[in-house]
């Protein structure tokens, strides 16, 4: 567990920039689904956020 919160606090810029990617990269899949639908093909979501 020690080793895990060292690695985490060592890393922590790196975790938090990917976590804000992957919820911008999915806001952006939904917000621009007629360009990018990859909302469509991972969730089989045929929306886009209005």
């Given at each position: 567990m020690?080793?895990?919160?060292?690695?985490?606090?060592?890393?922590?810029?790196?975790?938090?920039?990917?976590?804000?990617?992957?919820?911008?990269?999915?806001?952006?899949?939904?917000?621009?689904?007629?360009?990018?639908?990859?909302?469509?093909?991972?969730?089989?979501?045929?929306?886009?956020?209005?």
């Amino acid at each position: 567990m020690a080793a895990m919160s060292a690695t985490i606090e060592q890393h922590h810029r790196l975790i938090i920039a990917g976590l804000v990617f992957v919820i911008v990269f999915f806001l952006a899949a939904c917000t621009l689904h007629d360009v990018l639908p990859v909302c469509h093909y991972l969730f089989g979501c045929d929306h886009a956020m209005h």
